[in-house]
């Protein structure tokens, strides 16, 4: 029996005839004689509006609590399932992430999963029930507590189970047909992609596209599991993402992706010596801020400027960091920007077809937007550029390597 794993989005259990209709989807694949284990977000906007409510109780909430709190949300959805399921006479059981052995590191609110051990799911499948996990949480395997795995963290437990069951399908289920070659609110002639290489869909993931968190492709890549992004509303196939066919050849570029959530943070006039830059991101590792691109200038006069990005979320936590260390090696000050949005290019041919990064910058060029800070990996290029340059800067590029279904497909 094939065991298939799939996740349904908060949109997809927005409301309860949502929960119904996916109850119907789950019944069909259950009775096409699969093993069907079922990962649940919370319904809707329920998160948020738990977030919400925690910090209208406490300025700072407690992490432990919090991570118990918005758990919550999943439970409810788990549990109304396994009802809608039973009383379509299928035998079903729901479990928490704890329950169902995601077990996690204790880093409240993103906790990342160390090990799984799904005996109590694999004991309810083989006892012919459809078996239903609340995503996004596990449990500390220090201290017991009941952790998160961060915003989105739903589809890193559905790949993760994947990968611990040897499933031979993860099916995300969401509210968009799959993995689009830039966001189609954006652009709308954005086609949706057939496959999409791990590497590329990290890249994707990692720089904005909503459609997967990164952990949950990195889980995928690591274990080979054959991840199927897809609509919850109809069923047509979407996106393949994972190892390529044979004799299909992939286009040089996969897509365009945009993140409007990261903020620029620059220490001023920082005294070029060795060990300054090991001794401030050090300080903020430990904070446990995440930092993504990182420019630092020539240097004049013996300074130079370091700017780096990060959540916008983490720029006091960073400020806080920084503004003593800045004082104590003799920079000249920190600045934080706000506005700012991350532009990236991605595409597995970029590293065999020279030209790219060139024909991106001119694009922007062309359209009037100024870069501020480049970085690049070998199937990437990216542009930091103004908030409110975005939506233009996205659509340049898009259209300038003609990645819509209104130009020709560009064939490696
Ligand atoms: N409910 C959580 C969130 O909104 C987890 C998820 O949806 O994957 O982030
Ligand atoms: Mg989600």
């Not at 758990?71 to 399921?85: K, N, P, V």
């Not at 596990?138 to 952790?147: A, E, F, L, M, R």
């Not at 920190?334 to 030209?355: C, E, F, N, Q, R």
């Amino acid at each position: 029996m094939a065991i298939v794993v799939q996740k349904y989005g908060g949109t997809s259990v927005g409301d309860v005839d949502r929960m119904k209709r996916v109850a119907d989807r789950i019944v069909r694949t259950h009775r096409d004689g699969n093993q069907v284990v079922v990962v649940v977000s919370a319904m809707g906007k329920t998160t948020d509006e738990l977030v919400d409510m925690a910090s209208r109780i406490s300025e700072r909430p407690p992490e432990r609590e919090l991570d118990i709190l918005l758990t919550s949300g999943e439970r409810i959805s788990m549990s109304l399932l396994a009802m809608a399921l039973q009383d379509r006479g299928v035998a079903a059981k729901s479990f928490t992430g704890s329950q169902a052995g995601i077990i996690t590191d204790a880093v409240h609110g993103k906790a990342r999963i160390l090990d799984i051990t799904p005996g109590r799911v694999q004991e309810a499948l083989d006892g012919g029930n459809v078996v239903i996990v609340a995503g996004f949480q596990g449990v500390s395997q220090d201290t017991k507590d009941i952790t998160t795995l961060g915003r989105g963290g739903s589809d890193t437990t559905a790949v993760a189970l994947a990968a611990a069951l040897d499933a031979d399908v993860c099916e995300i289920y969401t509210d968009v047909d799959g993995v689009f070659t830039a966001d189609p609110r954006i652009v709308p002639s954005a086609r949706k992609l057939e496959h999409v290489s791990y590497e590329e869909m990290l890249e994707l993931a990692a720089q904005g596209a909503k459609v997967l968190m990164v952990r949950s492709v990195e889980f995928g890549r690591n274990h080979g599991v054959r991840i199927h992004v897809r609509s919850s509303f109809s069923y047509t196939t979407g996106t393949l993402v994972g190892p390529q066919e044979d004799n299909v050849e992939d286009a040089i570029i996969s897509g365009v992706a945009h993140d409007t959530s990261e903020a620029k943070v620059t220490i001023q006039a920082v005294p070029d010596r060795p060990g300054v830059a090991a001794r401030l991101f050090s300080a903020l590792a430990e904070a446990t801020i995440n930092i993504d691109m990182i420019v630092q200038n020539v240097s004049a006069d013996g300074r130079t400027d370091i700017s780096f990005t990060l959540p916008r979320g983490e720029t006091d936590k960073a400020r806080g960091v920084l503004e003593p260390l800045a004082d104590e090696v003799g920079a000249g000050g920190v600045l934080v920007d706000p506005d700012i949005a991350k532009v990236s290019l991605v595409g597995a041919g970029m590293k065999t077809h020279p030209g790219v990064a060139a024909k991106m910058f001119g694009a922007l060029s062309a359209a009037g937007v100024n870069i501020e800070m480049i970085s690049t990996s070998t199937i990437r290029v990216s542009v930091v550029v103004s908030k409110d340059d975005v939506e233009t800067a996205v659509q340049a590029v898009h259209g300038v390597f003609g990645l819509g279904d209104d130009a020709p497909m560009e064939v490696s």
